[in-house]
């Protein structure tokens, strides 16, 4: 059975920073594509960033220079550093296995206010 179980969410004040973490088991976690969604109330969840089997990166523009997706396949965990947080970064950021089929974490929420 495979899982994605996201951790490291909370509340952080503008400019602060947090590092989410996603857990993956059942699965081969090597050959999987990654990736970090979000979803802000009453908005559509977005793609945030990706990181490949091969390590290539991409970014949804609002994060670029902020954020920093990267992959330990030891640990089978992926992770997504996020500095210099705003405001608009508030959502439940989910994370994403795909390879043929994909799976889902159930998210974790941030929340970036003072």
């Known amino acids: 059975q495979v899982q994605l179980v996201e951790s490291g969410g909370g509340l952080v004040q503008p400019g602060g920073s947090l590092r989410l973490s996603c857990a993956a088991s059942g699965l081969s976690f090597s050959i999987y594509a990654m990736a970090w969604y979000r979803q802000a109330p009453g908005k559509q969840r977005e793609l945030v960033a990706t990181?490949?089997?091969?390590?290539?990166?991409n970014y949804v523009d609002s994060v670029k220079g902020r954020f920093t997706i990267s992959r330990d396949n030891a640990k089978k965990t992926v992770y997504l550093q996020m500095n210099n947080l705003k405001p608009d970064d508030t959502a439940v950021y989910y994370c994403?296995?795909?390879?043929?089929?994909?799976?889902w974490g159930k998210g974790a929420l941030v929340t970036v206010s003072s």
């Open positions: 990181i490949t089997s091969e390590l290539r990166t």
């Open positions: 994403n296995a795909r390879y043929a089929i994909s799976y």
